[in-house]
């Protein structure tokens, strides 16, 4: 039995998506989602809609079986091409990058990534959409490869402003959790481009008058709700039911309607499949046999190899009658719907099953169709070696078109099937393939499995070189999940393999990643030690570029270390071997290490300088990433300085640019959220402190995690939540603790002894200035003497000596002379006007306060001028000795 398909009810649904058809067409183009349980009619609601919206239609669906890397969307364009042979000539100079997809474009480019290829992809829908208003049509996603799930947010970015509409019609009962449309949906909607129309099941009434439709009069009341109990509502099976019922004689016209012959006796089937083989019922031989085969060979497939494997053409001819299979294109057919191929499948008999599978596989394997064809066919036949092959194949026919994750599934199912010790050398390789594809697709801890197994292969096998190789890659999975601690050990055994390897360049490069990483984490010692290994090594290897970096990260280290003058010395000496050799990357990165070591020095004009001129240096040579690095520090410098206009302006040209660096991205939001907090921004800066803390943990940056705290708790004392405050400056001290720094951690402790002092905390106090009395021995800079003198000032007011505290604040203040920090003076200044005033001194007192007053009014540093002019106007008489109200912070 045959009928015109027709679409019943559906007001709702084909309203919005008229809406959103009519918006493509004026130029505003989206991706809109159509959700529904299997059967419901998403797909012919779909069809319904394009067709009385007079665009441009394009058609791509998901296979169950096996969908390549881009399926539905090759298909789409194939469909294009076969329509307007040449059409996607003339779409921009990425075109040929398409034919990484489209063979028939001509040969791909030598070079090509999985940015680029997107990118074509849109600029050929954008091409098409702009000759003609157009809709591109991608059906059953719930199937789809997850490259194309992943090129859909970007689609639906790049088309805003597009004439074109992308449908996309998934079953919603089969996305479990963990379903890659899980997270395209929550990526769209992260966005604010989640547009999804529900279809639901139709109402009884609908139900009812699509019966009448299939059997060309309307039911009887009885049959109306036999027909939606069964159904309850979903289009297909109302629409196999009734034509089942009436190809198997089961009904008669009534005086009602159509009714059962019987009377309510007759069986109605109560499932999708039994009525699905209902209508299968009364197949010849012939018939039944290629149905079958056609159902094993999927919910498309070739005509020319079912009827081959059928014994003929005639085979085909009844389900093709009954409306089982439609045919689709020249040589090509389908199942009407997959719940109909999907009922067929599951009752034949496995050995039936295995038998056809096998025989299906071969004949594709024989026509010469690609492996992602042949793969599921060989494993389902338990052809488990030829099914491995296939596999892998697929694995590495992805890789090329920078289908990754869907690399990664081919060959970790390869890997599960393989052979417990054979042929371990191409196990190993296959491990090597599979960590490469999740790194780069993001799933890290599977990454660090992987190349944890392949480093015990490795290892075992005696490869060093495989085996250094391997590490370094477990090391870069490592940082970028946060672990330094485990990217260290990875490191180190990298370095060693690399070296037993002979290959001391290589055994450079990663004592240069380690002592950068332990001179970000404040770990002076090690990193030192490793710096000097490498240069070692890099004068082993004849290196320059490895010799200059190593001579600049020591020399940083040696300053860090309270040694500036041979620090200072080692920094310009890598700086010069590198320019006299013209390494511009190495070049960039010793005047970088020179203006921080400047800054750590106190010596904020020169340091200022060198980050100007690293700046200059690094974008005239085109190195944007390090060029953000140094500006993000040439802030912390202004914030120091007071130039703090400039330092914001200069953060948030940073922020706005998504190319800019993890780190420079960190200090960036630390600087603008720290400056905000000072001048009583509070509630704008704590969400940037956040993150800036957050990625400062996660990047392993101790001074950028002690700083954000310190802002952090300046914010929580502004908002009255003391005890945060407290808990946040013992975090920093005890942070401090865990380093070797001399310099990043003054500014907090010196704040956090004036806290404390506001406080009465007593304990606090003495450990905050006993670390700044560690940070002064170690270092003897005029800043953390200056701090040490501030911390003394406090430690005098706490024990009511107001004297001998206004004199270490004098002594801070003398020692802050040869500094420029105005912020850091005036927090001084009040501190030293209330001791005066408690020691008597009023007339200086005033002073000191009002010196505090206009520095902070010049910064907009509006709690700290607050607090210096209500210690100005407060009764001195009335307060306890050496104590103000507020920490002046």
């Known amino acids: 039995m045959v009928w015109n398909q027709v679409l019943i009810g559906r007001e709702r649904e084909c309203a919005e998506l008229a809406r959103a058809l009519a918006r493509a067409k004026e130029g505003r183009g989206a991706l809109v989602l159509l959700a529904g349980e299997a059967g419901v009619g998403k797909t012919r609601l779909a069809e319904q809609a394009l067709a009385g919206a007079a665009l441009l239609a394009l058609r791509g669906a998901a296979s169950q079986e096996a969908t390549p890397p881009y399926g539905p969307v090759v298909t789409a364009l194939r469909s294009y091409l076969r329509a307007v042979p040449g059409g996607l000539a003339d779409c921009g100079p990425l075109v040929n990058h398409l034919a990484l997809l489209l063979p028939e474009l001509g040969p791909p480019p030598d070079q090509s990534d999985r940015a680029t290829l997107f990118e074509a992809i849109r600029d050929a829908l954008a091409v098409i959409a702009r000759r003609r208003p157009s809709a591109v049509f991608l059906d059953d996603l719930q199937w789809a490869d997850a490259t194309t799930l992943e090129l859909l947010p970007a689609l639906a970015s790049g088309i805003e402003h597009e004439p074109l509409l992308l449908v996309g019609a998934y079953r919603s009962d089969e996305i479990p959790r963990g379903h890659p449309l899980r997270r395209l949906r929550t990526d769209l909607r992260r966005a604010g481009r989640l547009q999804e129309v529900a279809v639901e099941p139709l109402t009884s009434e609908e139900t009812v008058d699509l019966a009448t439709h299939v059997l060309g009069q309307a039911p009887s009341p009885a049959l109306a709700a036999a027909l939606y109990d069964r159904s309850q509502g979903v289009a297909f099976f109302v629409e196999?039911?009734?034509?089942?019922?009436?190809?198997?004689?089961?009904?008669?016209?009534?005086?009602?309607?159509?009714?059962?012959?019987?009377?309510?006796?007759?069986?109605?089937?109560?499932?999708?499949?039994?009525?699905v083989l209902l209508r299968a019922e009364g197949?010849?031989?012939?018939?039944?046999?290629?149905?079958?085969?056609?159902?094993?060979?999927?919910?498309?497939?070739?005509?020319?190899?079912?009827?081959?494997?059928?014994?003929?053409?005639?085979?085909?001819?009844?389900?093709i009658e009954r409306g089982l299979v439609v045919e689709i294109g020249p040589g090509c057919a389908a199942f009407r719907h997959a719940l109909a191929r999907e009922a067929l499948y599951g009752v034949l008999p496995w050995p039936r099953r295995r038998a056809l599978h096998r025989q299906l596989a071969a004949g594709l394997e024989?026509?010469?169709?690609?492996?992602?064809?042949?793969?599921?066919?060989?494993?389902?036949?338990?052809?488990?070696?030829?099914?491995?092959?296939?596999?892998?194949?697929?694995?590495?026919?992805?890789?090329?078109?920078?289908?990754?994750?869907?690399?990664?599934?081919?060959?970790?199912?390869?890997?599960?099937?393989?052979?417990?010790?054979?042929?371990?050398?191409?196990?190993?390789?296959?491990?090597?393939?599979?960590?490469?594809?999740?790194?780069?697709?993001?799933?890290?801890?599977?990454?660090?499995?992987?190349?944890?197994?392949a480093a015990a292969g490795y290892h075992a096998a005696g490869s060093t070189r495989k085996l250094a190789e391997v590490q370094r890659r477990l090391a870069s999975v490592y940082e970028v999940q946060g672990t330094g601690e485990l990217a260290l050990v990875a490191r180190q055994a990298a370095a060693d393999a690399f070296g037993a390897s002979g290959l001391p360049d290589e055994a450079a490069a990663e004592r240069l990643a380690m002592a950068d990483h332990l001179e970000n984490a404040s770990r002076f010692t090690a990193a030192l030690e490793l710096a000097v290994a490498a240069r070692v090594d890099a004068l082993r290897a004849g290196r320059v570029d490895l010799q200059a970096q190593a001579l600049a990260l020591e020399g940083e280290i040696r300053v860090d270390l309270g040694q500036p003058d041979a620090g200072l010395e080692a920094i310009r000496a890598g700086l010069a071997l590198a320019l006299d050799h013209d390494l511009t990357g190495p070049a960039a990165e010793a005047y970088y290490r020179l203006a921080t070591a400047l800054y750590v020095t106190s010596d904020y004009p020169a340091s200022r300088d060198a980050y100007l001129t690293a700046v200059d240096f690094c974008q005239s040579r085109g190195l944007a990433p390090v060029a953000h690095v140094c500006l993000a520090c040439l802030a912390v410098v202004l914030r120091q300085t007071g130039e703090w206009d400039r330092a914001i302006q200069l953060c948030r040209g940073i922020l706005a640019e998504e190319e800019a660096p993890a780190p420079a991205r960190a200090v960036a939001a630390a600087m603008v959220g720290s400056i905000q907090t000072l001048r009583g921004e509070r509630a704008r800066a704590r969400g940037l402190l956040l993150e800036?803390?957050?990625?400062?943990?996660?990047?392993?940056?101790?001074?950028?995690?002690?700083?954000?705290?310190?802002?952090?708790?300046?914010?929580?004392?502004?908002?009255?939540?003391?005890?945060?405050?407290?808990?946040?400056?013992?975090?920093?001290?005890?942070?401090?603790?865990?380093?070797?720094?001399?310099?990043?951690?003054?500014?907090?402790?010196?704040?956090?002894?004036?806290?404390?002092?506001?406080?009465?905390?007593?304990?606090?106090?003495?450990?905050?200035?006993?670390a700044l009395a560690q940070i002064a021995a170690g270092t003897r800079s005029p800043e953390a003497l200056a701090g040490l003198a501030h911390a003394l000032g406090e430690c005098a007011l706490l024990d009511g000596d107001a004297l001998q505290a206004a004199r270490h604040f004098d002594q801070a203040l003398e020692l802050m002379n040869r500094l420029d920090v105005p912020f850091g003076r005036a927090q001084t200044l009040v501190r030293a006007g209330i001791a005066l005033a408690a020691a008597g001194a009023r007339d200086v007192a005033v002073e000191r306060l009002i010196d505090a007053y206009r520095i902070a009014r010049k910064l907009g540093a509006r709690p700290l001028a607050t607090r210096a002019a209500a210690e100005h106007f407060w009764p001195w008489y009335s307060k306890a000795p050496g104590l103000g109200r507020r920490a002046g912070g």
């Open 240 to 275: 196999e039911l009734a034509a089942a019922l009436a190809a198997s004689g089961r009904l008669r016209t009534g005086s009602a309607g159509v009714e059962l012959a019987d009377g309510e006796d007759v069986p109605i089937p109560s499932t999708v499949r039994d009525t």
């Open 283 to 319: 197949l010849s031989e012939p018939g039944r046999r290629a149905l079958e085969i056609a159902a094993v060979a999927g919910l498309q497939f070739d005509l020319d190899l079912v009827s081959e494997l059928a014994g003929g053409d005639e085979g085909l001819t009844e389900p």
């Open 366 to 453: 024989g026509r010469g169709m690609p492996a992602g064809e042949v793969a599921e066919h060989w494993l389902a036949a338990r052809e488990v070696e030829r099914g491995r092959r296939a596999l892998l194949a697929i694995a590495e026919a992805s890789c090329h078109v920078h289908a990754y994750r869907d690399a990664a599934r081919a060959a970790r199912r390869a890997l599960e099937l393989w052979p417990e010790g054979e042929d371990e050398a191409v196990r190993l390789g296959v491990l090597d393939q599979l960590g490469q594809c999740a790194e780069l697709c993001g799933e890290f801890a599977e990454a660090a499995r992987v190349w944890q197994e």
């Open 692 to 770: 800036a803390n957050a990625q400062a943990r996660q990047l392993g940056i101790a001074p950028l995690e002690m700083d954000s705290n310190w802002s952090l708790a300046m914010a929580d004392e502004l908002e009255g939540a003391y005890e945060s405050a407290a808990e946040r400056c013992r975090l920093v001290r005890r942070r401090w603790e865990q380093t070797e720094d001399r310099h990043f951690a003054v500014p907090p402790l010196v704040w956090a002894t004036t806290f404390f002092a506001a406080r009465g905390a007593e304990s606090d106090i003495r450990a905050c200035a006993h």
